[in-house]
C-alpha cells in the first residue's frame, strides 16, 4: 500500500509540473509521457504523468493532445483518440502555414 501512497504523491507533484512542461512543448510538436517525466525530474513515472495529463480540465488550454506514448501511439485523450490526433494535425497545419 505504501507504493500507492508513493505513486498518488508523485501524481499530484506532476500534476502542478506536468501543467508548466505541457505549456513548454510547441505548437505542433510532440513529446513523451517519459520525456515529461524526465523534464519534471522523475525519470521512470510517466504513469504518473499519463495519469497527471489525463486528469487535466482544461485541455485546450493546457495542451495535453501533445503528449503522445514513447512508441508514437497517441495514448489517451479526453475526447478520445481521433480528436487528439485532429486536433493535433489542425495545430500542425496552422504552425506551418504560419
Known amino acids: 500500500m ?12 506532476l500534476t502542478v509540473a506536468r501543467g ?35 486528469a487535466n480540465p482544461v485541455a485546450l488550454l493546457i495542451p495535453c493532445h501533445r503528449v503522445i ?9 479526453c475526447w478520445g483518440s481521433p480528436r487528439k490526433k485532429l486536433v493535433q494535425a489542425w495545430e500542425l497545419a496552422r504552425h506551418d502555414a504560419g
Open 69 to 77: 506514448q514513447q512508441s508514437g501511439a497517441l495514448g489517451g485523450y
Open 2 to 13: 505504501a507504493a500507492m501512497s508513493d505513486f498518488k504523491r508523485i501524481e499530484q507533484a
Open 20 to 54: 508548466k512542461r505541457l505549456l513548454r512543448i510547441p505548437p505542433g510538436r510532440l513529446a513523451s509521457y517519459s520525456q515529461i517525466a524526465e523534464a519534471v525530474g522523475k525519470p521512470g513515472a510517466s504513469r504518473a504523468v499519463g495519469n497527471a495529463v489525463g
